[in-house]
């Protein structure tokens, strides 16, 4: 699953994510991460308050300029503006995506595949395409911020500040990556098992 969802993402992240929305996010972060070089390198200067010799302290400053930059680029929406239409029982797809969907599309998001029920192929295959939307929304913010914590704990480790707790977030923030990656594998996995059941006999 975690294959077929890196696989979803790379050829449907530029349905969901708006380049020139992305083009000016990378401007913006690209001006914090200059303006952040050059106020730690004031403080530096001035306080020395990394506490370590010129190269290390110009690498901590890097890197914390870069967390800066990574932090500034995934708190800036990026998105396509969302249809009014795309909604899971009337709400937006949201972070708690797996949350918003009906119960008859959740049981098909299991760990393990069921056959789609004929009756439940059009709500699944609704379904699936706003997930799928939600879900490499959530990949594309995700990855930003895993690369301004792993920035930022390379920083504390360069200055020797370790503490423990912020390292385990980033730890921790890291492996929610590669499942969030695994249920886009199974919304995909679902989509896919709709498309091949058969269509409800129509009704009288």
Same mark, same amino acid.
């Given at each position: 699953?975690?294959?077929?969802?890196?696989? !979803?993402?790379?050829? %449907?992240?530029?349905? !969901?994510?708006?380049?020139? @929305?992305?083009?000016?996010? !990378?401007?913006?972060?690209?001006?914090?991460?200059?303006?952040?070089?050059?106020?730690?390198?004031?403080?530096?200067? #001035?306080?020395?308050?990394?506490?370590?010799?010129? =190269? @290390?302290?110009?690498?901590?400053?890097?890197?914390?300029?870069?967390? =800066?930059?990574?932090?500034?680029? /995934?708190?800036?929406?990026? @998105? %396509?503006?969302?249809?009014?239409?795309?909604?899971?029982?009337?709400?937006?797809?949201?972070?708690?995506?797996?949350?918003? &969907?009906?119960?008859?599309?959740?049981?098909?998001?299991?760990?393990?595949?069921?056959?789609?029920?004929?009756?439940?192929?059009?709500?699944?295959?609704?379904?699936?395409?706003?997930? #799928?939307?939600?879900?490499? &929304?959530?990949?594309? #913010?995700?990855?930003?911020?895993?690369?301004? /914590?792993?920035?930022?704990?390379?920083?504390?480790?360069?200055?020797?500040?370790?503490?423990?707790?912020?390292?385990?977030?980033?730890?921790?923030?890291?492996?929610?990556?590669? /499942?969030?990656?695994?249920?886009?594998? @199974?919304?995909?996995?679902? #989509?896919?098992?709709?498309?091949?059941?058969?269509?409800? &006999?129509?009704?009288?």
């Amino acid at each position: 699953m975690f294959r077929l969802g890196c696989s !979803v993402f790379r050829r %449907h992240a530029g349905d !969901v994510f708006d380049r020139a @929305r992305v083009r000016r996010a !990378v401007a913006i972060a690209a001006a914090a991460f200059a303006v952040s070089v050059v106020a730690l390198s004031g403080l530096e200067a #001035r306080l020395g308050w990394t506490g370590t010799g010129p =190269v @290390r302290s110009a690498v901590a400053i890097a890197l914390l300029a870069l967390g =800066v930059g990574l932090l500034t680029f /995934g708190c800036i929406p990026t @998105r %396509h503006p969302l249809d009014p239409a795309a909604t899971i029982n009337g709400r937006p797809v949201r972070v708690d995506l797996r949350f918003a &969907a009906r119960p008859t599309t959740k049981r098909y998001l299991r760990r393990r595949a069921v056959p789609v029920a004929p009756e439940d192929r059009d709500a699944v295959l609704t379904d699936t395409l706003l997930l #799928r939307r939600g879900l490499i &929304a959530l990949i594309g #913010r995700a990855g930003p911020l895993l690369g301004a /914590g792993v920035a930022a704990a390379c920083a504390c480790v360069v200055t020797a500040w370790t503490q423990w707790f912020p390292l385990l977030w980033v730890v921790g923030y890291a492996f929610s990556i590669p /499942g969030t990656l695994a249920d886009l594998g @199974r919304t995909e996995r679902a #989509r896919l098992a709709a498309l091949a059941a058969p269509e409800p &006999a129509p009704t009288d």
